[in-house]
C-alpha cells in the first residue's frame, strides 16, 4: 500500500510562513489529484487546495485564497502547499492526499499521516 509522506508542519508566528510537503513512498505512484485538508481540534476535515498532476489546474478553499499556493514538482514527484501570512486560525493538523478527481468532499483515495501546523497570536 502506498503511504503518502509530508513533512514541513511547525510552530510559527502569525504572519509567518511555512512550506508542506508530500511524496509518495513508491516512485511510480500517480494520481490524478494531489491535495491537502486540514482538522483542526473538534472540527470536522476541510479541503484546502488541490492540483492536477497533469496539467497544474489549482483549486482552492476561499479561506486561503491569496495565502497559500499548491505545486507539484513532477520530477521529484512531489507537492507542497506554500503558507503565507498565517493566522491562528490556520492552527491545524494538516494531510496531503491524493484521489482519481478533484473534489471538496474528504472521501480522498490516499492520505498522509498528517502534520501539525501551529500558528501563535
Known amino acids: 500500500q502506498v503511504q503518502l509522506v509530508e513533512s514541513g508542519g511547525g510552530l510559527v508566528q502569525a504572519g509567518g510562513s511555512l512550506r508542506l510537503s508530500c511524496a509518495p513512498s513508491e516512485r511510480s505512484f500517480s494520481s490524478y489529484a494531489l491535495g491537502w485538508f486540514r482538522q483542526a481540534p473538534g472540527k470536522e476535515r476541510e479541503f484546502v487546495a488541490a492540483i492536477t498532476w497533469s496539467d497544474g489546474r489549482q483549486f482552492y478553499a476561499d479561506f486561503v485564497k491569496g495565502r497559500f499556493t499548491i505545486s507539484r514538482d513532477t520530477a521529484r514527484r512531489t507537492w507542497y502547499l506554500q503558507m503565507n501570512s498565517l493566522k491562528p486560525e490556520d492552527t491545524a493538523v494538516y494531510y496531503c492526499?491524493?484521489?482519481?478527481?478533484?473534489?471538496?468532499?474528504?472521501?480522498?483515495?490516499?492520505w498522509g499521516q498528517g502534520t501539525q501546523v501551529t500558528v501563535s497570536s
Open positions: 492526499t491524493a484521489h482519481s478527481v478533484v473534489t471538496t468532499r474528504t472521501n480522498w483515495g490516499y
